[in-house]
């Protein structure tokens, strides 16, 4: 066998195995870990959502409450002014309109006792 | 009130110098602006309650603005009367909470410390408490909670 040749051959112990499979390694937390993480942080976003809206019901009603208590004097004061005006009003009109037999200052235009405020301002 | 034309003047203020009758006696306005109102509104509700509701029930009947002059007389003296008290009772805790509202947006919610300080002077000195008709009972009512949800806007 000495033609001067040398046939190429495998290492000894044959080559390694061909690295064909996919080589992920597991990182991090498993599928049912999130899942469940996520759904327990949304639980508790929704739990404090519901919380909130009984909260802003009850905020809503605090200002309510506070605005009805004070309507009455604001109203008052408001009826006051209201009041000083329309004589003021009725004054004018009955100087304006002395000269003119018949003319009843402060008529109403409606054929009504409920009270009807005027649509006109005469300044 | 039906009208076609809204009744915003914008060329001159709608202003009439004459003065109230003679016929109607004196009462000194209230001139407390909104803030200090807000405030002091529980206690005007709690302790003015007859004279508010007697005044709305005569509203009721009628509407006229001369119908009521007396009831909103009564109702004007009472209101002062309680801002007085609460200033000459608690007056530091009152200017605290009313420019804790002025500078809120007049949100209750932004100033439950203050209004903490308010509420248990006025307790103590006037016995007027704070409570919201309708609130859940058995539960603490909402400016009583203790870790609220919403205090105040994020800056």
Redesign the interface.
């Known amino acids: 066998m000495s033609h001067g040749f040398k046939q190429d051959m495998p290492p000894a112990g044959g080559y390694e195995a061909i690295k064909y499979k996919r080589n992920l390694p597991v990182r991090g937390f498993g599928g049912a870990v999130v899942f469940s993480a996520v759904a327990a942080i949304c639980t508790f976003g929704f739990w404090?959502v519901g919380?909130?809206n009984i909260?802003?019901r009850?905020?809503k009603?605090?200002?309510a409450?506070?605005?009805?208590?004070?309507?009455?004097?604001l109203?008052?004061?408001?009826?006051?002014d209201?009041?000083?005006?329309?004589?003021?009003?009725l004054?004018r009109e009955k100087e304006i309109m002395k000269d003119y037999p018949g003319w009843e200052a402060g008529k109403s235009a409606y054929n009504s006792s409920r009270?009807t405020?005027n649509?006109i301002?005469v300044? | 009130?039906?009208?076609h034309r809204s009744?915003v003047?914008t060329d001159?203020p709608?202003t009439?110098p004459?003065?109230?009758?003679s016929s109607?006696p004196h009462?000194d306005?209230?001139g407390v602006t909104s803030a200090p109102?807000?405030s002091a509104?529980?206690f005007?509700?709690q302790h003015?309650k007859e004279?508010?509701e007697d005044?709305?029930l005569c509203?009721q009947e009628?509407?006229?603005?001369?119908?009521?002059?007396a009831?909103?007389?009564k109702?004007?003296r009472c209101?002062a009367e309680v801002i007085t008290k609460i200033r000459e009772n608690c007056l530091a805790e009152f200017d605290a909470h009313w420019q804790c509202l002025e500078k809120n947006n007049q949100y209750?919610?932004a100033c439950r410390k203050p209004e903490k300080a308010l509420n248990q002077c006025v307790f103590t000195k006037l016995n007027l408490t704070k409570s919201?008709?309708?609130?859940?009972e058995g539960q603490a009512?909402?400016?009583e909670?203790a870790s609220?949800?919403?205090t105040r806007v994020q800056k």
């Open positions: 404090r919380k909130g909260e802003k009850e905020l009603r605090e200002q409450w506070s605005r009805i208590n004070i309507v009455p004097l109203l008052a004061e408001q009826d006051r209201a009041y000083r005006r329309q004589q003021a009003a004054a009270y405020p649509t301002v300044l | 009130m039906a009208s009744a003047l001159q709608y009439d004459n003065p109230l009758p109607v009462v306005e209230l109102l807000k509104s529980f005007i509700g003015c004279v508010n005044f709305m509203k009628n509407r006229d603005p001369a119908h009521c002059l009831e909103g007389r109702v004007t209101a209750f919610q919201i008709p309708g609130s859940p009512q909402i400016h909670k609220p949800i919403f």
